[in-house]
């Protein structure tokens, strides 16, 4: 899915924080679907589907603006900081290998 597919369907689910979770859900969905249908074996492959994603999500951002229905804003590292709360052990790996700069801000 692009990103302005999951922008469609995030306004069309409110622009709220459940539809925010449903998307950054979606996408983790997506990076084990993409794992499989490449084939990926390796610890590197699984870091470049990441970074794919990442790189989703920002677009997934600066298309909504970060806003959310509620006045509030989303953090341009929701991706990441939901991979960090769900499966750590990835999110430290793959911070590693971007050389602990991920959630800097």
């Given at each position: 899915m692009k990103a302005k597919d999951y922008v469609?369907?995030?306004r069309a689910e409110g622009s709220t924080v459940q539809a925010l979770a449903?998307?950054?859900g979606d996408?983790?969905?997506e990076v084990r679907d993409i794992g499989k249908l490449?084939?990926?074996s390796t610890d590197a492959g699984l870091l470049s589907i990441l970074d794919e994603m990442d790189q989703k999500f920002q677009a997934f951002f600066h298309l909504t603006g970060g806003a959310l229905s509620d006045g509030s804003s989303?953090?341009?590292d929701a991706f990441g900081r939901?991979?960090?709360l769900k499966m750590p052990d990835i999110?430290?790996?793959w911070n590693r290998q971007k050389g602990g700069r991920l959630l800097a801000s």
């Open positions: 469609e369907r995030f449903a998307v950054i996408m983790f969905v490449r084939h990926v989303m953090r341009k939901m991979l960090l999110f430290y790996a």
